[in-house]
T-cell receptor
């Protein structure tokens, strides 16, 4: 089954304790992206990656890091989480080849609470 | 960056009526215009999309219309059903060579009253 998986689905942590949210897709997509969703603000892009070893900042990259060492994985790293990073996080991927369906496929979300 | 506005933010309709949601964007380089539906506890899922060289696209009860001159596109749902209740997002995209930028609207909560 074609899908995007995220882990963990729920996470409670404390300020300053480094954490990683994993994202994996099995569709061989080049493009992957991370979003955060906050009430009234829709989804805001944190980072995206056009392909392996190619990453770029989205609209709200401060406090986050990403890496793209393999095509299928795109982990989101919070080196020193703060309470304002409490949010619902989504990973997404899409096929950017010429002629491919351009839709983004989203993971189920990771709900993060930083105390 | 791209400025995306979506209206209305909430919409209540009677079952069987039509619903229309409008999305206005600022960057004329936008070339792909999808609508996503997000049900409670799930990630957004594409319901319909349109490319910049097309003015209208229909898929059963759902349609999308694009006005590139005025920089807006709209989602039309006819004969609404309770299962259409969800939050809907527009997400115009700019794609050029090795660069892709997606900006989501703030969402429209649609409630279909049985």
């Amino acid at each position: 089954e074609a899908q995007v998986t995220q882990n963990p689905r729920y996470l409670i942590t404390v300020t300053g304790k480094k954490l990683t949210v994993t994202c994996s897709q099995n569709m061989n997509h080049e493009y992957m992206s991370w979003y955060r969703q906050d009430p009234g603000l829709g989804l805001r892009q944190i980072y995206y990656s056009m392909n392996v070893e190619v990453t770029d900042k989205g609209d709200v990259p401060e406090g986050y890091k990403v890496s793209r060492k393999e095509k299928r994985n795109f982990p989101l790293i919070l080196e020193s989480p703060s309470p304002n990073q409490t949010s619902l996080y989504f990973c997404a991927s899409s096929d950017t080849r010429t002629g491919a369906r351009e839709t983004q496929y989203f993971g189920p979300g990771t709900r993060l609470l930083v105390l | 960056g791209e400025n995306v506005e979506q209206h209305p933010s909430t919409l209540s309709v009677q079952e069987g009526d039509s619903a229309v949601i409008k999305c206005t964007y600022s960057d004329s380089a936008s070339n792909y215009f999808p609508w996503y539906k997000q049900e409670l506890g799930k990630g957004p899922q594409l319901i319909i999309d349109i490319r910049s060289n097309v003015g209208e696209k229909k898929d059963q009860r759902i349609a999308v219309t694009l006005n590139k001159t005025a920089k807006h596109f709209s989602l039309h749902i006819t004969e609404t059903q309770p299962e259409d209740s969800a939050v809907y997002f527009c997400a115009p995209r700019i794609y050029s060579g090795g660069y892709q930028k997606v900006t989501f609207g703030t969402g429209t909560k649609l409630q279909v009253i049985p």
